[in-house]
Nanobody, 120 residues
């Protein structure tokens, strides 16, 4: 069984910072692309940041220059450093990973989500 467990969410004031972590555990061969998504109340889930196994990154326009995605491959962990937070960043943040196991190649896994609330 593969699990993704997020941590680091919370309540922060406008302009503040938070760092989210997502650790993969279980039996698997390789983690390929990892992504962070978010979903605000009444809105669709949207992609926020992407990082490939080689370290290439991509960001939604709304977070460029404020958020930084990184990964620690030996720890099977992806991070999202969020700076200059705005009330519109308030959402549940989910990590997603494409993982190779013994039986399935590049299956997608989701974390349980972590709440980020930015007060004005």
């Amino acid at each position: 069984q593969v699990q993704l467990v997020e941590s680091g969410g919370g309540l922060v004031q406008t302009g503040g910072s938070l760092r989210l972590s997502c650790a993969a555990s279980g039996s698997f061969l390789r983690i390929a692309t990892m992504r962070w998504y978010r979903q605000a109340p009444g809105k669709q889930r949207e992609s926020v940041a992407t990082i490939t196994s080689g370290g290439d990154t991509g960001y939604a326009d709304s977070v460029k220059g404020r958020f930084t995605v990184s990964r620690d491959n030996p720890k099977n962990t992806v991070y999202l450093q969020m700076n200059s937070l705005k009330p519109e960043d308030t959402a549940v943040y989910y990590c997603y990973a494409e993982i190779d196991t013994d039986s399935v190649k590049l299956r997608g896994y989701w974390g349980q989500g972590t709440q980020v609330t930015v007060s004005s």
